[in-house]
């Protein structure tokens, strides 16, 4: 039954898969093998990046962090999917409900930005392939990192404090199992016009203008193979760009549908929005290593040297 409430800082109730409640512990299952896939995969990238003297470049450290928001994301999401699936623990107080907020946002806005400093390295190290270390020293590389972290925050904490001070008078029942920005606005009874354009104007920033970014990059990149004489040597250029092009669509394509079934999709089944809700925050952080292991031979050499190929007595 819906929950109403009138309350400036109110209760909210998450919702697990609607229609089959009676099915969250056989959910659960593939549930925990995606968060343990994602956990276990960007761990595994993160620690072969940091361990193999080998990795210490640019397009690694880049790949380093990519996996580190893959993992922040999984860990802001995971306590209370698998709360709901095993034990239907639904309620989550108004400050933790920002808080998960927060970090869900931060961490999707900081991979948006991260796959844009790598189309940005896969252009420099095409094009301009002599100069590629000087141009990405490790001091410019902690830079770009920094401004992908202070511009989330910066983007993010007006976003969410502007949701303080709103009241919330109808059902307080979520439509996910986490808590999402347009989400928890729709439930407020005050004026959301202030929140909803901001909000709008997050993504676009974000998400938006990096998507237009990596599309100029990549048309630069075109051109720069085109200008290369070798056949063989054009192959090898584009197929280092096969993994982080993989990587970018699975990031934007679930990120574009959920925000067009919470925009245009009232007149969908319930579980839709669940199901693409989930996929937007899990397929990318389990894909992601994969693809990259797959794709990228140095990361498959690494591997096998640090993990299976054990050194001569």
Known sequence: MPTF????FPTFILTGVPGLEWAHAWISIPFCCLYFTALSGNTLILFTVLTE????????????MLSTTDIGLC??????????????????????????????????????SVLLAMAFDRFVAISNPLRYATILTHARITRIGLAVITRGTVILTPLVLLLKRLSFCRSLVLRHSYCFHPDVMKLSCSDTKINSAFGLTAIISTAGVDSIFILLSYVLII???????????????F?????HITAVAIFYIPLISLSFVHR???????YVPTLIANVYLLIPPVMN???????TKQIQKAM??????KPDP
């Open 239 to 243: 197929s280092t760009c096969i993994s």
């Open 264 to 270: 245009f999709g009232k007149r969908a089944p319930p």
């Open 304 to 309: 096998l040297k640090l993990y299976f190929l």
């Open 53 to 64: 003297p080998s990795l210490h470049e640019p397009m690694y450290y880049f790949l380093s």
């Open 75 to 112: 860990i802001s999401t995971l306590v209370t999917v698998l709360g709901i699936f095993w034990v239907n623990t639904r309620e989550i107080s108004f400050s933790a409900c920002l808080s998960q907020m927060f970090f869900i946002h931060l961490f999707t806005f900081m991979e948006s």
């Open 289 to 295: 290593p994969i693809i990259y292991s797959v794709k």
């Open 223 to 237: 051109r720069s193979v085109l200008n290369i004489a070798s056949p063989e040597e054009r192959k090898k250029a």
């Open 5 to 8: 409430h009138n309350s400036t």
